[in-house]
C-alpha cells in the first residue's frame, strides 16, 4: 500500500495558468518535500515542510507556492505556469535516515 | 558549486559483469541514501549509507565519511538493473547528483 501518493500523474497546463500538484502520506512523517526533476538531472528541492502549517523555501523556490494544511497533504502551487515548469515532480517524506518518494507528477507547460 | 557529484556519469556493462558507481559530497552528511530510479520514472530507496559498509542483496554500499565519499557496488549485473542511480545527502538540507545512467546488455 502506498505510503506516499500524488495527484495528478500528469498534467498539461498553458502558459499563465494555475496549477496544483498535491500529495498525501500515510507515514505520519513531519517532514514532507517537494523537488523537481529535469531530463537527465538529479532533483532539486522547491519547497518542504517539517510541520502543518508551514512551509520553507528550498534551493530554487522562484514560480513556486506551497501549503501545508494538515500533517498529511501538501500542495505544490504555480500561480502562473511557464514553460521551463515543464519537468517531472516528486513529492517525498523523511523518516528516520530515509526519504520515502510518491511516483512523480508529469507536468507540461504549453 | 554542486554538493553531490557522482561518476561516472554513464555505463555500459555486459550482464554478469560488476558495476562501481561513486558519489563524492563537498559537505558534511548526517544521512547518505542510494536510490534507484527506473526507466519509467518512479524512485526506489535502495540503501541508506551514512557511514560504512551495508550489504543488501546483490548491493554493496561504503561510505568514507571522513573523505566526503561513497560508492555503489552491484554484482553480477543484470539487465533489469538498467536505469537511473542517485545518490542524495542531507544535513540541514537534502542534495541530489545527477546520477549515474546504467546500461545492462544481455
Known amino acids: 500500500e502506498a505510503a506516499v501518493t500524488q495527484s495528478p500523474r500528469s498534467k498539461v497546463a498553458v502558459t499563465g495558468g494555475k496549477v496544483t500538484l498535491s500529495c498525501h502520506q500515510t507515514n505520519n512523517h513531519d517532514y514532507m518535500y517537494w523537488y523537481r526533476q529535469d531530463t537527465g538531472h538529479g532533483l532539486r528541492l522547491i519547497h518542504y515542510?517539517?510541520?502543518?502549517?508551514?512551509?520553507e523555501k528550498g534551493d530554487i523556490p522562484d514560480g513556486y507556492k506551497a501549503s501545508r494544511p494538515s500533517q498529511e497533504n501538501f500542495s505544490l502551487i504555480l500561480e502562473l505556469a511557464s514553460l521551463s515548469q515543464t519537468a517531472v515532480y516528486f513529492c517525498a517524506t523523511l523518516g528516520g535516515p530515509e526519504q520515502y518518494f510518491g511516483p512523480g507528477t508529469r507536468l507540461t507547460v504549453l | 558549486g554542486q554538493q553531490v557529484q557522482q561518476s561516472p556519469a554513464s555505463l555500459v556493462l555486459q550482464e554478469g559483469e560488476n558495476a562501481e558507481l561513486q558519489c563524492n559530497f563537498s559537505?558534511?552528511?548526517?544521512?547518505l541514501q542510494w536510490f534507484y530510479q527506473s526507466p519509467g520514472g518512479s524512485l526506489v530507496s535502495l540503501l541508506s549509507?551514512?557511514?560504512g559498509t551495508k550489504h543488501t542483496g546483490r548491493l554493496t554500499s561504503t561510505t568514507v565519511t571522513k573523505e566526503r565519499r561513497s560508492s555503489l557496488h552491484i554484482s553480477s549485473s543484470q539487465t533489469t538493473d538498467s536505469g537511473t542511480y542517485l545518490c542524495a545527502i542531507a544535513n540541514n538540507r537534502i542534495f541530489f547528483g545527477d546520477g549515474t545512467q546504467l546500461v545492462v546488455k544481455p
Open positions: 515542510s517539517y510541520v502543518a502549517d508551514s512551509t
Open positions: 559537505s558534511t552528511a548526517t544521512q
Open positions: 549509507n551514512p557511514s
